[in-house]
């Protein structure tokens, strides 16, 4: 259970912070770093089977036959991130407990931060692809609650917006490369996709799979062109920028990448696509960084151009090339997570992040400016740092591609090109902030920070430090053990000393040193450059593009939604005649080969009634009490019906639904006209008369060509298996608690929903009280008639006994939770109509909302508990047993799902009901009765 714990204690502890609100800031942050501390502990733990390529696994099957099961997979890669996200998480909970201010809410900062911690792991311990997809949009989602978190900033608001429109778009994409993956591979297991990669890249939907993967990649790790959002991001507390923007968030695309690198990986397109979208983010984020005055802009495109360079490595094809990207992901996170650190330090310490203003902070600052710039030195590639070994890394296996043919040299020099502008904005962070003579406007006088506000930083300093002079001992065992994973198994040669001698790559490193010092001794001329270029404001063209997708969206909407309920039925039908009688049109003939049944005395007097009524209720549509009585008797035709044809559960369902609906419809046109209005304009009859007579016509063809066809069905396997597998012989319900229960769950959970929205609906609605009927003549005085009280109240009992009956006897006979939950319900309902609403609520006070999630919870619980047993979500259990006096009786688990059915329908039915029922008294639905 270790992965488990690994993945679930910072999901337990994003409740931590609001247990320890009202603790001191530095309980708060302790709390909150025991969880993410022990969830660490566990996975050090596992370093040895990890390291030996070991793949721990835990699993849970969830449905099985859709592929869908709760997978974790903790390989060398999954190590890697993990040890990331865990131990930069933790410097950044204790950095946050000095950089956030009293007027900040610290316990919502540090929910939200393990929030995002949950889903970052989550991506990266799953061993099912659509849960990965589930963890990703949770990075999404929590992502947009950090960046926004100063939410009394224009620009905090603004920029979180981006980010969550530009990632969750690519994360649709993801979901369409998924699904089309799962289907493919025929799994939507990782490990079994992860050894398809010559299936999926033969087929013919790999190229849109591809392209759709990257996407939802390119999004969430800022590559071009969907960079920008990074940078808009920096509105977020530095924090947030130093765990999500370096360490964390936009890794999960490099993550993706490498993971599926054995699937995807090899081909031409993959190299075409994936290099050059690295190479170009590469030039465009460092030539873009140089010109940043802000700190943490500067920041952010350097690491626009990082991410572009692992994606470069990823996409060359190359074993190494990919081992160079590993090991770059070590080296980026370590020194970027420091210099945003280093940044909030400069910012809360001097009240400014423009770099043009903040000059000479040596004097003040002298051991911030020792960290920053050891940290922005390992970021240019100086020797006896670790960027400097990755990167020379870098250069060697730009070398050795020659997927351009002839033009292969250009990757190198642009390569090169890019490590210039990469020593050059490293050389500005320096000298801008540090020297450059004194500071300009700043509102308070620079000092140092708090002890234990530094240490995060000078922790990852050191790592920076000793990663470059002892790599193979730091490193060696955990870049083996990931790069090993990327590659499955198939781990080239390389070396990770200091010195390989005077070779190209060496060359390639002193050139980018030199040429990006000289570069910063003459950038004015640059500058100069750059600023007669036109200025290009992200954020405002995106506003504005978004300003006018809404603007069209409304139109469109508009259009469609006029308020004219004959028009939304009229379109749905229309689009129904279409797609349903085009296929009729291409049949050559309406019958089929099957006999046709005659029609007996029964039948024919049943088919004349429901014809009748069903006339009765459109001729008389206009007095709605009237047409509410004519429908009523279609709903029993077919209650009968459903008797007629063996179908006893359908029955008694269909007359509780009907008595329901009955009773709804009666207490609704209580508060409307009770005549309609005059009939529509000859045009719009003429058009409903069409269109529903063409519906007629292709349901009746399409039933008929059905029916008169010979078919296979599956009610054989589920009466072949009912008591076997379900150990019930009422093989409706089985199918409803057993072989299709997660439906019914889900059903239940509409239900719930349904209600809980038509109640929030109905709270302080002004509603319309008539004081008399259609005709004119008053209310009668005597509201609640005894006789009705009477009756009611012995009916109550009785109805009870029944339901109760119905439903324990549903399994192996005609009930059910479904038909006993709404037998209650009517019992109920009838006693607010019988006694009033004052009556009912003096004697039973019972919050129905609360009724309905304790259904749910019941279900739903219920179907956790098969996991205890290894057997998949939802699956019953059953057995005889000998009782005294009792003698053999049968015990199933499924009743206890089919009580969360009974609770649930129960509450949700009364819940609709008693509010619709409550508006004219002083008991109508109000706020403070929403849980």
């Known amino acids: 259970m270790n992965v488990l714990w690994i993945l ?19 309980r708060n942050a302790w709390g909150t770093a025991a969880a993410p501390a022990l969830a660490l502990a566990i996975l050090l733990s596992t370093t040895q089977s990890v390291f030996s ?27 890697l991130f993990s040890l990331l996200i865990l131990a930069i998480g933790l410097l950044i909970i204790l950095y946050a407990r000095y950089y956030l201010s009293e007027q900040d809410s610290m316990p919502r900062f540090y929910s939200f931060l393990m929030l995002f911690m949950t889903a970052m792991l989550g991506i990266v311990l799953s061993g099912n692809i659509l849960q990965i997809w589930l963890f990703w949009e949770l990075t999404s989602i929590s992502s947009f609650l950090l960046i926004s978190f100063w939410w009394h900033k224009s620009e905090a608001r603004r920029g979180a917006r981006m980010a969550l429109t530009i990632t969750g778009g690519g994360g649709l994409c993801l979901l369409a490369a998924f699904l089309l993956l799962g289907n493919i591979a025929g799994s939507y297991q990782l490990a079994d996709i992860l050894e398809q990669g010559a299936l999926i890249q033969q087929h013919s939907l790999y190229p849109l799979l591809l392209v759709l993967f990257l996407l939802g990649c390119f999004t969430k790790s800022a590559q071009f062109p969907f960079h920008f959002w990074l940078p808009n991001a920096m509105a977020a507390p530095t924090p947030v920028s130093a765990y999500l923007h370096s360490a964390t968030m936009v890794k999960a695309g490099i993550f993706l990448l490498a993971r599926f690198y054995p699937a995807l990986s090899g081909t031409e397109l993959w190299f075409l696509l994936v290099s050059l979208t690295g190479l170009t983010t590469l030039l465009v984020g460092a030539y873009l960084a140089l010109f940043k005055h802000d700190l943490k802009g500067l920041l952010a495109y350097s690491t626009i151009s990082h991410l572009g360079l692992i994606t470069l490595l990823f996409g060359l094809n190359a074993p190494l090339a990919a081992v160079a990207g590993v090991f770059h992901i070590i080296n980026h996170a370590t020194f970027k997570a420091s210099l945003f650190m280093a940044a909030g330090i400069i910012d809360h310490e001097s009240g400014s992040r423009d770099m043009r203003r903040l000059n000479g902070l040596w004097q003040f600052m002298p051991i911030t400016a020792t960290l920053m710039m050891v940290a922005a030195a390992a970021m240019a590639g100086v020797p006896l740092l670790n960027g400097f070994l990755s990167k020379e890394m870098f250069f060697a296996e730009t070398l050795q591609q020659h997927l351009l043919g002839a033009l292969s040299w250009i990757i190198p020099l642009l390569a090169t090109v890019a490590a210039i502008f990469s020593v050059a904005y490293s050389l500005r962070l320096i000298h801008d902030v540090f020297f450059n003579g004194q500071p300009k406007g700043l509102t308070k006088t620079p000092h140092e920070p708090p002890r234990y506000m530094r240490l995060p930083v000078e922790v990852l300093v050191l790592l920076c430090i000793l990663v470059g002079i002892a790599p193979a001992m730091l490193v060696g065992g955990l870049l083996n053990s990931a790069a090993a994973a990327v590659l499955a198994g198939n781990l080239p040669e390389y070396s990770l000393a200091i010195w390989h001698g005077f070779n190209l790559p060496l060359l390639m490193s002193a050139i980018a040193l030199a040429g990006g010092v000289l570069m910063y001794v003459k950038r004015k001329q640059l500058f100069d450059f750059q600023s007669a270029l036109p200025g290009v404001d992200t954020l ?28 939304y039925m009229a379109l749905l039908l229309t689009a129904f005649v279409i797609l349903a009688g085009l296929p009729l049109i291409q049949m050559d003939a309406l019958g089929g080969g099957r006999a046709e049944i005659p029609i007996d005395a029964v039948n024919a007097t049943g088919a004349a009634m429901l014809l009748i009524s069903a006339f009765a209720t459109v001729v008389w549509h206009r007095k709605r009490v009237v047409a509410l009585l004519m429908i009523s008797v279609v709903g029993l035709m077919v209650s009968i019906a459903f008797t007629r044809f063996s179908a006893p559960d359908l029955a008694l369902t269909q007359l509780s639904v009907e008595v329901v609906t009955i009773i709804l419809l009666m207490l609704a046109l209580f508060f409307l006209p009770h005549k309609t209005p005059k009939q529509s304009e000859p045009s719009k009859v003429v058009r409903d008369l069409g269109l529903a007579s063409l519906v007629g016509i292709i349901v009746g063809s399409l039933s008929y060509a059905i029916m008169t066809r010979p078919f296979t069905t599956i009610s054989d396997f589920f009466i072949a298996n009912a008591k076997t597998g379900g150990g019930g012989t009422n093989v409706v319900n089985v199918i409803l608690v057993d072989f299709r229960g997660f439906d019914t769950l889900g059903e239940i959970a509409v239900l719930g929903i349904a209600a809980l929205g038509i109640f929030k609906l109905l709270t302080r609605i002004p509603v319309f009280k008539p004081s008399s009927d259609g005709e004119g003549r008053p209310w009668a005085r005597e509201r609640h008639p005894l006789l009705l009280a009477t009756v009611a109240q012995s009916i109550l009992p009785l109805a009870l006994m029944v339901s109760i009956y119905i439903f324990f006897r549903g399994h192996n006979l005609p ?3 479904f038909i006993a939950g709404l037998i209650t319900a009517v019992a109920i309902i009838l006693l607010y109509i019988s006694q009033g609403v004052d009556w009912v609520k003096a004697r039973m006070n019972i919050e129905y909302q609360r009724v309905v999630a304790v259904g749910l919870l019941i279900a739903f619980m219920t179907g956790l508990a098969s996991w205890l047993f290894g057997r998949p979500y939802l699956t019953s259990w059953f057995d005889y047993f000998q009782l005294p006096l009792f003698g053999e009786i049968e015990l199933a688990s499924a009743i206890a799902f089919d009580l969360g059915v009974y609770v649930t329908v129960v509450g949700a039915t009364l819940l609709i009901l008693a509010s619709l029922g409550k508006m004219t008294t002083s008991y109508r639905p109000t706020h403070k009765e929403q849980l």
């Open 815 to 817: 009930g059910g939770g």
């Open 540 to 567: 405002n063209i995106f506003e504005q593009l978004m300003k006018q997708l809404t603007r069209g969206a409304e139109k469109l909407y508009n259009w469609i939604d006029n308020g004219s309920l004959q028009r």
């Open 8 to 26: 679930l204690l910072p999901m337990l502890g994003t409740l931590v912070p609001l247990l320890l609100a009202k603790q001191s800031r530095s």
């Open 53 to 79: 390529g070991e793949v721990l696994l835990q699993q849970w099957q969830w449905i099985p036959l859709l592929g869908l099961d709760l997978t974790l997979r903790l390989d060398g890669l999954a190590y």
